[in-house]
């Protein structure tokens, strides 16, 4: 029969169960009858059940809500389904391979999202052994957070561990935690690529261009090149612009 009391260093202690971690809590006392006294009067072997009992709910739920034991790995799969319908393949096969390279290094991928903690989450992202930077942590760490909405809005945990976990800069180097500096296109450079542009176009305008490049292709990078030099916009954002986006601008810059 397995006791809740253990003697160490002299003293009773009481064994609780926390977080799947078994930890052995001091009761003050030298005697035993006296530590079972104060065990009892703690209600640590309630909060023993309880903690189990939770372990269970949280297998229960899953298994009410899909049928079958949900753990985390059939989660992302679940997961990844849903992103495929609005993003782009590349940002899910980005997004999954970082949640799914965390679960496996955290080992988690047999629990349920329930059971998972804070300190799952954690103890990766904060490794001191990882050589990732400041942005790349955010970002692994931004993509855990939304696969953990994603299970919040299916009704799979009741709190989000991922909220309580930041960062934690005392585990990076300097050199980790400052940004890399990035030079942008010289003003000579820009000139260059829209000298090459125009070029180009006058090309395609007089046929003299190959046939896969319309004129109307070349214009869009030409304006996208000027665009972007004068106001930092990414390609992405420029191709999503509508005319009246453009309505305050100079009207000699959008001659081209």
């Known amino acids: ?34 530590a079972q006294a104060v065990l009892d009067e703690s209600g640590v072997e309630r909060l023993n059940i309880v903690a189990k009992a939770g372990r269970l709910t949280a297998k229960s739920i899953g298994q009410i809500l899909t049928g079958k034991n949900l753990t ?20 899910v096969s980005n997004n999954i ?28 992202i ?3 052994a990882l050589d990732w930077k400041r942005s790349t942590r955010q970002v692994a760490l931004g993509s855990v957070r939304t696969f953990f909405e994603f299970c919040s809005s299916q009704g799979w945990i009741v709190a989000d561990p991922s909220r309580q976990v930041a960062l934690d800069y005392d585990c990076m180097t300097h050199e980790q ?23 180009d176009l006058k090309l395609c305008e007089t046929g003299k261009q190959d046939s896969f490049r319309e004129p109307h292709h070349v214009l869009f990078w030409l304006f ?33």
């Open 126 to 128: 904060n490794n001191q």
């Open 1 to 34: 029969m397995t006791t809740n009391l253990k003697k160490i260093a002299g003293v009773y202690h009481a064994r609780l169960n926390a977080k799947g971690q078994t930890k052995w809590v001091s009761t003050g006392c030298d005697n035993k009858p006296e």
């Open 72 to 91: 985390c790995a059939k989660a992302l799969e679940k997961y990844a389904k849903l992103m495929a319908v609005s993003k782009s393949p590349k940002t």
């Open 177 to 199: 935690k400052e940004a890399t500096e990035k030079n942008p296109f010289t003003e000579d450079e820009v000139k260059l690529l829209v000298k090459a542009l125009t070029a």
């Open 97 to 124: 391979l970082v949640v799914g390279n965390w679960m496996k290094e955290a080992k988690i991928e047999t629990i349920p999202p329930s059971s998972v903690t804070a300190h799952h989450i954690d103890r990766w």
């Open 224 to 256: 996208a090149v000027r665009l972007s030099a004068e106001t930092g916009l990414r390609l992405s954002d420029i191709a999503q612009l509508e005319w009246r986006s453009l309505s305050h601008m100079e009207t000699d810059f959008l001659t081209i």
